[in-house]
């Protein structure tokens, strides 16, 4: 949801397209941004599209002009998703427009070797949240005095929560040292 609301160039933060911007350059070899008409974050956009699986979502679709973004948010969880059935939603959904498609696992921590094959096969591409948070910070100066000061607080304090997550969660002997002993730190 935090992304979402981030990703809404119209939502109160007032820093308009930049999560949108720091995106599309995670994901384009272009330098160039090109700065769509329209932005429009859809959250948890159900598969109803296809038959064989239509209780299952898609954390999060941007539409941006002829360009559709589908992101599967990978913070803690492994990648159970079917994301073949994410794939033929997408291209039934929008096979009147036939939109550009773009397809993100957006992940906190590397995917194994097997997830990585499983997202590729399905047509998605791995980025991870620090290289998200490093365009963010490339390109926020061009944001920043339009910006709500509350919500810079509020969204500096959700890049460092990841982070710190990620680092410590990057250090497997803590991290097992505290899953090992969980009942005794409590």
């Given at each position: 949801r935090i992304l979402a609301f981030y990703f809404n160039p119209?939502?109160?933060?007032?820093?308009?397209?930049l999560w949108f911007q720091a995106l599309t350059q995670c994901v384009s070899n272009d330098s160039e941004y090109?700065?769509?008409?329209?932005?429009?974050?859809?959250?948890?956009d159900p598969t109803y599209c296809v038959e064989e699986c239509n209780n299952k979502r898609i954390d999060i679709?941007?539409?941006?002009?002829?360009?559709?973004?589908?992101?599967?948010?990978?913070?803690g969880a492994q990648l159970y998703n079917d994301l073949s059935v994410y794939s033929k939603h997408l291209e039934k959904k929008y096979?009147?427009?036939n939109p550009n498609k773009i397809k993100i696992v957006l992940t906190a921590h590397s995917l194994s070797p097997d997830d990585?094959?499983?997202?590729?096969?399905?047509?998605f591409e791995e980025i991870s949240y620090k290289t998200l948070f490093e365009h963010?910070?490339?390109?926020?100066?061009?944001?920043?005095?339009?910006?709500?000061?509350?919500?810079?607080?509020?969204?500096?304090?959700?890049?460092?929560t990841l982070n710190?997550?990620?680092?410590?969660?990057?250090?497997?002997?803590?991290?097992?040292?505290?899953?090992r002993n969980k009942e005794s730190v409590e």
């Open positions: 119209k939502e109160v933060h007032g820093f308009r397209d090109h700065k769509p008409n329209d932005i429009q974050p859809i959250l948890e679709i941007i539409e941006a002009d002829n360009t559709v973004y589908a992101i599967e948010n990978k913070i096979e009147k427009n990585k094959q499983k997202a590729s096969k399905c047509g963010v910070n490339a390109i926020l100066g061009d944001y920043i005095a339009d910006g709500n000061m509350k919500h810079l607080t509020f969204m500096i304090d959700f890049m460092k710190n997550k990620m680092n410590f969660m990057e250090n497997k002997e803590r991290a097992e040292f505290f899953s």
